[in-house]
């Protein structure tokens, strides 16, 4: 394989010369950047349509997405390199490139709820409606978003050879990503690996759970709810995932990957609090 190749060759699949960037009036820009940018759009447009949808001022999205945004891409970075501390306490520039990657997505979102939370309340507007409001969007934005890890060769699985398996060029890759599972399985001679494209399990993952929500969305029975159906999908999807990719992040000091806690809490959570909240106004309308 070419650096710039990419296949899925039990689908018959050759994709050729793949650029991580292009180029425009001599700036270079990089597909990762774009793609993630046109998610984050994607996500505003649909919280706004949501807004509209559901009677409520869609300028107060807009005004809201530009303190989410900013916010969330320094939690994105800051939870990443807590996390891989390790690479980066001896290259600590290294910190502020974020061109080859590294945004966790657990960062935007803890981000994001906190900036959500505190928006409502210097504005005097309910974060549960606002939250179920921007779901939707958060959710479209992720499925984007996971697109700009194919574009990096990144967040790919474990070693895999089925329908499914996609071929990367060593060369093409971080080698911190190539795991002793799969560093075994490549052919004598060959220049390339066969992995799980874990990017694409969670952003159709993420498409489906984005379709429950709209579906849902008319049926909701509380403010926060929508929210709660996000953190318990994604959680659930992503629990799964993250149990065969390679660049897992874990507990300082442990082998435990951090993202499958979070995944499992958020899903704990979101059951929890649905059932509580079911249960007590079925209590309050009996009383």
């Not at 990419?6 to 774009?34: E, H, M, R, T």
């Not at 800051?78 to 891989?84: E, G, K, R, W």
């Not at 981000?111 to 507007?125: N, Q, S």
Request: aromatic share 14%; charged share 15%.
């Amino acid at each position: 394989m070419n650096a710039g190749d990419i296949a899925f060759p039990n689908l018959g699949i050759y994709l050729k010369d793949v650029p991580k960037s292009f180029s425009i009036f001599g700036f270079s820009i990089a597909f990762y950047g774009l793609i993630i940018g046109t998610g984050v759009l994607a996500g505003i447009l649909m919280a706004a349509y949501m807004a509209k949808k559901s009677g409520q001022n869609p300028d107060d999205y807009w005004d809201f997405a530009i303190y989410a945004v900013i916010f969330s891409i320094i939690g994105a970075r800051i939870y990443y390199v807590v996390f891989a501390w390790d690479y980066y306490k001896d290259n600590l520039l290294s910190i502020f490139n974020t061109r080859n990657g590294g945004m966790a997505i657990y960062g935007a979102v803890i981000a994001a709820f906190i900036t959500l939370f505190v928006y409502g309340r210097l504005k005097k507007k309910s974060p549960f409606l606002m939250g179920d409001t921007c779901m939707p969007g958060l959710i479209l934005g992720q499925a984007i978003g996971r697109w700009g890890n194919f574009m990096n060769r990144e967040v790919f699985g474990e070693y895999y050879d089925g329908l499914f398996s996609m071929q990367l060029p060593i060369e093409a890759v971080r080698a911190r990503d190539i795991s002793e599972s799969i560093a075994a399985h490549i052919p004598e001679g060959a220049n390339y690996i066969n992995v799980h494209p874990t990017f694409l399990y969670e952003s159709v993952w993420n498409l489906l759970v984005l379709t429950v929500i709209l579906c849902y969305w008319k049926h909701r029975r509380f403010d926060g709810e929508i929210c709660l159906l996000y953190l318990g999908g994604y959680g659930l999807g992503r629990f799964v995932i993250e149990g065969i990719r390679t660049d897992t992040l874990f507990i300082p000091g442990t082998q435990v990957p951090v993202s499958q806690v979070l995944a499992l809490l958020m899903l704990v959570f979101a059951v929890a609090v649905d059932i509580a909240v079911r249960l007590k106004k079925k209590k309050d309308t009996i009383t």
